[in-house]
């Protein structure tokens, strides 16, 4: 059974900084690129970042860009974003998300965890 599972999310004044996780299992997650998604109400979800499968490269939203940083432990099966400088603007529902493209195309996706950036 395919599982991913978000934490870390929670309150946090501006400035401040989280850190993420997405415990994942029920699939090779070292043949997996992952990413981290976000999504507020009326908005689609947007990307914040994504790595690939061995972690050597990494690509990020220019909103996040300098901020936040995606690391993946591919031994513990699990993603991070470590989240720093924390604006209002950020706050939102937080989603992991493996992807396996080669021949086909397979994705799975977390249930999400939500940071809320307030004073």
């Known amino acids: 059974q395919v599982q991913l599972v978000e934490s870390g999310g929670g309150l946090v004044q501006p400035g401040g900084s989280l850190r993420l996780s997405c415990v994942t299992s029920?699939?090779?997650?070292?043949?997996?690129?992952m990413s981290w998604y976000r999504q507020t109400p009326g908005k689609e979800r947007e990307l914040v970042g994504s790595i690939s499968s061995t972690g050597g490269s990494t690509d990020y939203a220019d909103s996040v860009k300098g901020r936040f940083t995606i690391s993946r432990d591919n031994d513990k099966k699990t993603v991070y974003l470590q989240m720093n400088s924390l604006k209002p603007e950020d706050t939102a529902l937080y989603y992991c998300?493996?992807?396996?493209?080669?021949?086909?195309?397979?994705?799975?996706w977390g249930k999400g965890t939500l940071v809320t950036v307030s004073s």
């Open positions: 029920g699939f090779t997650f070292s043949t997996f690129a």
């Open positions: 998300k493996a992807d396996f493209q080669r021949i086909i195309r397979i994705t799975y």
